[in-house]
């Protein structure tokens, strides 16, 4: 049996009638040992304990009771992308009891929102794989329906940051509108790939400009309103001033013509005036 | 035009109001709700946190330290076409900020240009507010300010959507746009001329006698002591709360549950400011006092009720002192000089900010926990509180001041001035 440096053991315990699953994240090759414990309400010799990768049925188990409760166990090698997938015990009692593993590489995270950016600048798109160790990194893009492998060397425009390490960095200068659309990284790990998709979006500066004038427009109509209002009210006022003005000037000229004797219409007047 | 002997009191008033109430809202509810820019800034750029802080700090320190040129302008000219010019310094500020292709663009279109319209634009804008109201300038005054804290339950969410569907060059456009509405909000600042403005002269003039001015600078000080402590809690709170394992969402509804008692405190402070007989000075004093003793009591709670009250009490009381600091000013030194009194005070007060949350850091990072800067914040508004004690008419029940006294007060200091300077005479 080769030993390599990463192996480790698994063990998971089933104590339901209910199926359970577990997940698990695989990054290289591994020495595996997958163990399950099942309740059993009958005799414990006369159960049949099985193990499957998918339909097919897997050799060299190992199993043993103590008082009611049964132990399984499956011990192999995962070398490639071959061996990845599914694996379960089943206890045929009545009810059927039983377990799953899953074995997946570890997934990427990238942005789930789309990145948003203007004509003639530039953006960076990164993926990142939260517990790996140092991998081989590739990027595409769209075209059309296929995916597009970046090259790097051909113009300044693209430029990877990050290829062997737990991130990496597409960056592009100079954008146009053609640029616009999906991204895909892809993380190779020795048992398989992973990638993600980075959606981009390419907005020409008169997408913003015209919300921006309409506002400017409605800005300048409002400071036209108050103005013209404030105009009109002053207007009105000046009027009635230059009314009480003119009044007041007649009142002055019949003051010097007139002298003292005609004092009682000259009140009466003055009060209607001042009405 | 004839000269006021009475601050109207109302009609055109309550549209300056209006106008007041949105310019808070654009001037310090685009600074508050920065931080959503931050963020994206600092990706785009591939710049250091620190680095980009800066813009809106350059931002900050102009609007604090240009506001006395705002009140100069606006004493010769006028509040509208200051106002104005301000709002489209700060639109173009902005607008010249979407199209930044380095760091250093951000700096001076929405630092120094953005922040030198916004200078142009708030203090004046309080100060006229001050000149059409006299018996109910802290009701005006608290109701105008409340326009901060709505605008940052408002802007915040609305700049992330902004940003999701335009990215931050779209978004700071569209902010430029919205700040444009600082030039309407100018147009609303109808002039008014009260009967003491042609003794108290130009904005020269003015500014030396109220260097001469000691209760002015006694107010001054006190002001910058007030300042020092009171921003200390917005940016500390959440931390504090953190080193007491509180949850995010917890601390995040604790924070909402102080601004929404500041709005309340600015508001019932406003109307309680014109109900009470008296220089508005007391009240300030009590609201100031009880803000320092909700922060020095602060550290020592550790249930979650009695700091959700200390919170609350603080949040009322912070709020409460808002429009109840910038009524004092009128009473002091007259609505004639308002406009240069306020820009004096809102540029020295600004020292009290700058230096307050630096040494509240200091002060965490010496000791450990946020016991000592939070005790050291409520420290300096009890001092402040005190100095408020010293100004004139403290103790007397005597209302506000008449305009004969303004005005008399008003030649006074201006024939003891010429008196100083007999070259000019």
């Known amino acids: 049996v080769p030993r390599y440096i990463n192996s480790f053991i698994l ?6 009638l209910v199926p359970v699953e577990k997940n698990i994240t695989l990054e290289r090759p591994s020495n595996i040992e997958l163990t399950c414990q099942f309740i059993t309400s009958g005799n414990v010799n006369s159960v049949n304990v099985t193990w499957k990768k998918g339909d097919k049925q897997l050799e060299t188990i190992h199993t ?33 009891q039983r377990g799953t593993f899953n074995f997946k590489v570890p997934e990427v995270q990238g942005k789930n929102k789309p990145l948003i950016t203007y004509v003639g600048d530039s953006v960076v798109l990164i993926c990142k794989c939260q517990h790996c160790s140092s991998l081989n990194w590739t990027w595409y893009s769209n075209n059309g329906s296929a995916q597009v492998p970046i090259d790097v060397q051909m113009n300044d425009k693209y430029e990877i940051k990050g290829t062997n390490a737990n991130e990496t960095r597409l960056k592009i200068t100079h954008l146009s509108e053609d640029n ?34 309409g506002i400017a427009a409605e800005v300048v109509i409002v400071v036209a309103v108050i103005l013209l209002y404030e105009t009109h009210t002053q207007k009105k006022k000046k009027l009635t001033d230059d009314g009480k003005e003119f009044e007041q000037i007649e009142q002055l000229k019949s003051d010097d013509s007139n002298g003292i004797e005609n004092n009682a219409p000259r009140h009466r007047k003055n009060e209607s005036v001042s009405q | 035009m004839a000269h006021r002997a009475e601050p109207p009191d109302g009609g055109w008033g309550w549209m300056v109001v209006l106008s007041a109430f949105f310019q808070s809202a654009l001037v310090f509810g685009v600074l508050r709700s920065f931080g959503v820019f931050f963020v994206e800034l600092v990706a785009a750029f591939e710049e250091q946190a620190a680095r980009v802080s800066w813009i809106a700090s350059i931002g900050i320190a102009v609007q604090q330290f240009g506001s006395p040129v705002g009140s100069a302008l606006s004493t010769k000219y006028g509040p509208r076409p200051v106002v104005m010019a301000g709002g489209i310094l700060a639109a173009s500020g902005m607008l010249l900020a979407s199209l930044a292709t380095t760091l250093t663009h951000l700096y001076l279109s929405i630092g120094l240009l953005s922040g030198s319209g916004w200078a142009l634009t708030f203090t004046p804008t309080l100060a006229c507010l001050s000149r059409y109201f006299s018996r109910r300038r802290s009701l005006a005054t608290g109701l105008a300010l409340t326009g901060v804290g709505l605008s940052s339950f408002a802007f915040a969410p609305l700049f992330q959507w902004l940003v999701s569907l335009y990215a931050w060059r779209g978004a700071l456009l569209l902010v430029s746009a919205l700040s444009l509405h600082l030039v309407a909000c100018g147009a609303l600042l109808r002039p008014l001329s009260l009967m003491e403005d042609p003794v108290v ?44 394992d509180w949850d995010p969402l917890s601390a995040a509804f604790l924070v909402s549950v102080v601004a929404i008692s500041d709005l309340v405190g600015r508001v019932a402070s ?6 009470v007989p008296g220089p508005v000075a007391r009240l300030l004093m009590l609201w100031t006092t009880l803000t320092g003793v909700s ?43 308002i406009y240069c009194g306020l820009g004096l005070v809102q540029m020295v007060e600004s020292i009290g900010g700058l230096l307050g949350a630096p040494l509240s850091g200091y002060l965490r990072d010496v000791t450990g926990n946020y016991t ?11 001092a402040g509180s005190g100095i408020l004690m010293t100004l004139p008419h403290f103790c007397s029940l005597a209302s506000t001041s008449k305009p004969q006294d303004r005005i008399r007060e008003a030649v006074e200091t201006k024939v003891s001035l010429s008196k100083e300077e007999p070259e000019e005479d």
Not at chain 1, 11 to 16: C, G, T
Not at chain 2, 223 to 241: E, M, V, W
Not at chain 2, 270 to 275: E, M
């Open chain 2, 201 to 244: 002269g130009g904005p020269g003039a003015q500014l030396t006698s109220l260097l001469h001015h000691g209760p002015f600078l006694r107010y001054t000080v006190a002001l910058t002591l007030i300042n020092t402590g009171y921003f200390i809690p917005y940016i500390h709170l959440i931390a504090h709360l953190q080193d007491l």
């Open chain 1, 64 to 96: 043993n009771a103590t008082g009611s409760i049964l132990y399984t166990q499956y011990m192999f090698i995962i070398t490639d992308s071959k061996q990845m997938g599914s694996y379960s015990c089943f206890l045929e009692e009545e009810k059927e």
């Open chain 2, 372 to 382: 000592a800067s939070f005790v050291v914040a409520g420290s300096f508004l009890l």
């Open chain 2, 270 to 275: 406003g109307w309680l400011g014109d109900a």
């Open chain 1, 180 to 213: 616009k659309g999906s991204y895909w990284c892809r993380a190779a790990f020795p048992l398989g790939e992973s990638e993600q998709r980075v959606e981009l979006v390419v907005l020409s500066y008169l997408v913003p400009l015209k919300p921006f004038l």
């Open chain 2, 295 to 337: 922060l020095a009591l602060l550290p020592v709670a550790h249930t979650p009720t009695a700091l959700m009250a200390l919170a609350v009490a603080y949040g009322f009381t912070s709020g409460a002192l808002t429009p109840v600091a910038f009524s004092v000013l009128p009473e002091l030194v007259g609505t004639g000089r």
């Open chain 1, 11 to 16: 063990n998971h315990s089933i104590f339901s």
